[in-house]
Every structure is written in structure tokens, then in C-alpha cells.
């Protein structure tokens, strides 16, 4: 069982701010090698990834769309990421995916390189309007 939930979608406008929460309520999380990721895709356009953390070291990296807007920090004692997203555009409308993959120690510094992931959520809608 390596199942991950999304939550905290929803519609907004232009300019506000969300934050998603994704619990691995049936992955094993683990504090020190669990890399944590989160990917969107709108209909039509190709998965994009979004930002990844590093559970162990609280070492964030963010894809260059989102970079300065958004903020990923981890809860370990939650099992949890949250993914604050600041200065909302239309674009940013999309499914957005947690996705959780180990990483051993000594290749912890990959977590923001990796892109194939083990367990994924379900999804969670953001709607942004102008």
C-alpha cells in the first residue's frame, strides 16, 4: 500500500494563494530517505513537475515556472508536504499530483533530479481566473 492524498484545491483568482497538503497516509514514509514531489498537468499539456523536498535534510527545489512563488516544506511527524502557492497566475490551473520515492542517504541530493516516482496521489484541482 503506498497511497498518497492530496487536498486543498480550489478555485481562485488571480494574484491569490492556495496551499496543498498531501499525506502519505499509506506509504511508507520514512523521516530521513522519503523525497516528496509534486507534478501538475492541465488537460492537453504534458505533465510538468513542480517542486521536490527531501524528507531527511528539508532540502526543497523548484522548477523554474514556480520558483519564487511557491514554497514546499514537509511535516515529518504528519507524513506531510505542503505547497504554498503565492501569486497565483492562469497557468497554474491544473491537476496537481504528490508523488513520494526513496532515496538513500548517500544520493539524497538526486531528490530534486528525480522524476519517476513510486507511489502517487490522486490529484487535487486548482482553478486560477483573471
Known amino acids: 500500500q503506498k497511497r498518497l492524498v492530496e487536498s486543498g484545491g480550489g478555485s481562485v483568482q488571480t494574484g491569490e494563494s492556495l496551499r496543498l497538503s498531501c499525506t502519505a497516509t499509506?506509504?511508507?514514509?520514512?523521516?530521513?530517505?522519503?523525497?516528496m514531489a509534486w507534478f501538475r498537468q492541465a488537460p492537453g499539456k504534458e505533465r510538468e513537475w513542480v517542486a521536490s523536498?527531501?524528507?531527511?535534510?528539508?532540502?526543497?527545489y523548484y522548477g523554474g515556472a514556480v520558483a519564487g512563488r511557491f514554497m514546499l516544506s514537509r511535516d515529518n511527524a504528519l507524513k506531510t508536504s505542503y505547497l504554498q502557492m503565492n501569486r497565483l497566475l492562469p497557468g497554474d490551473t491544473a491537476s496537481y499530483y504528490c508523488?513520494?520515492?526513496?532515496?538513500?542517504?548517500?544520493?539524497?541530493?538526486?531528490?530534486?533530479?528525480?522524476?519517476?516516482?513510486?507511489?502517487w496521489g490522486q490529484g487535487t484541482q486548482v482553478t486560477v481566473s483573471s
Open positions: 508523488a513520494a520515492a526513496q532515496i538513500s542517504w548517500p544520493d539524497r541530493s538526486s531528490c530534486g533530479r528525480r522524476r519517476d516516482f513510486d507511489a
Open positions: 499509506e506509504y511508507r514514509y520514512s523521516a530521513t530517505t522519503t523525497c
Open positions: 523536498i527531501y524528507a531527511g535534510t528539508d532540502s526543497t
